[in-house]
């Protein structure tokens, strides 16, 4: 049973520029959540999709967006990227009513 | 609103200690708790959760935690420390309530473990 998926596990962007993350849920799960972890941080909740519409945002600006599809993955885009941007952003997935959430490995984001 | 405090961002112990890893909690609303694992260049795994039915939780590999809802915390113990423990540790809060979907998580704990 596959677990949660990302992708890329790499990437470098320069500032100013747009990036898309990618996410596959754990096989039964339709709830998709992000979270960005700075260095040396815990992860920050940036927002949550469930049935293709975010259903709640943490404090992060317009600049993150997000969608889901309807086979449950999901992206999350980046615009106008900040050097404060890089970090490791992490996908976790659930099922709907369930408090346990799976994490992938994450993507690293390094923005120059 | 919810927080989460760990106090300690690196704690170290010998091979066979006891390991006590330590969390405070902040919530308006009667709290989820949890304890997430994280080694280098991995996502978070679950060790163990609370969910409001018994206060002391077991988990994976041998660890434990204890809600104390008069002290506000729910500190994480594994009775004795072995090499492949060495990691990070995240304790995380949700609220209980429908519309609680976020974790919130503390800054972290590094545990190393001297041989």
């Known amino acids: 049973d596959a677990g949660v998926t990302q992708s890329p596990t790499h990437l470098i962007k320069t500032r100013g520029q747009q990036v898309t993350l990618r996410c596959s849920p754990k096989s039964g799960h339709d709830t998709v959540s992000w979270y960005q972890q700075a260095l040396g941080q815990g992860p920050q909740f940036i927002f949550q999709y469930y049935e293709e519409e975010e259903r709640q945002r943490g404090n992060f600006p317009d600049r993150f967006s997000g969608h889901q599809f309807p086979n449950y993955s999901s992206e999350l885009n980046v615009n106008a990227l900040l050097l404060g941007d890089s970090a490791l952003y992490l996908c976790?997935?659930?099922?709907?009513?369930?408090?346990?959430?799976?994490f992938g490995q994450g993507t690293r984001l390094t923005v120059v | 609103a919810q927080s989460v405090t760990q106090l300690g961002s690196h704690v170290s112990v010998s091979e066979g200690a006891l390991v006590l890893l330590r969390c405070n909690y902040s919530s308006s609303v009667p709290p989820y708790l949890f304890w997430y694992v994280q080694y280098p260049n991995q996502g978070l795994q679950l060790l163990l959760k609370?969910?409001?039915?018994?206060?002391l939780v077991k988990g994976i590999n041998g660890f434990e935690a204890e809600f104390k809802k008069s002290e506000t915390s729910f500190h994480l113990t594994k009775p004795s420390a072995h090499m492949s423990d060495a990691a990070e540790y995240f304790c995380?809060?949700?609220?209980?309530?429908?519309?609680?979907?976020?974790?919130?998580f503390g800054k972290g704990t590094k545990l190393s473990v001297i041989p």
């Open positions: 976790a997935s659930t099922r709907q009513g369930s408090t346990e959430a799976f």
């Open positions: 609370y969910t409001s039915a018994a206060t």
């Open positions: 995380a809060v949700s609220g209980s309530g429908a519309g609680s979907y976020q974790l919130t």
